[in-house]
């Protein structure tokens, strides 16, 4: 069965650290880029970062740069997401995406999500 699996959520204070995992199952993961996005109850999906096929390359959103690290091991078929200094504004539902490449009739493929909470 395609499909990714998210883990690592939780709940900690402002100043600590998590790592979210996405496991991809049933596809060749080695061949798609992949993003983790965030969201919060009544606001839109948003992109949080980006990373290549070959992990060479990689992209975030302004208010995380410096803060999260995406990483993948494609001999694992695993992403990561390091996120270190949470702030309360990082509180969220954290999702792993597999994006279509462009041109192809692959589906956007979706987990499905691991809850994130940063409070005092």
């Known amino acids: 069965q395609v499909q990714l699996v998210e883990s690592g959520g939780g709940s900690v204070q402002p100043g600590e650290s998590l790592t979210l995992s996405c496991i991809g199952y049933?596809?060749?993961?080695?061949?798609?880029?992949m993003n983790w996005y965030r969201q919060v109850p009544g606001k839109e999906r948003e992109l949080v970062a980006y990373?290549?096929?070959?992990?060479?390359?990689?992209n975030y959103q302004p208010s995380v740069k410096g803060r999260f690290t995406i990483s993948r091991d494609n001999a694992q078929n695993a992403m990561y997401l390091q996120m270190n200094s949470l702030k309360p504004e990082d509180t969220a539902v954290y999702y792993c995406?597999?994006?279509?490449?462009?041109?192809?009739?692959?589906?956007?493929?979706w987990g499905q999500g691991t809850q994130v909470t940063v409070s005092a």
């Open positions: 990373i290549s096929s070959t992990g060479d390359l990689m």
């Open positions: 995406n597999r994006p279509p490449p462009p041109g192809s009739r692959v589906d956007d493929l």
């Open positions: 049933g596809f060749t993961f080695r061949r798609f880029a």
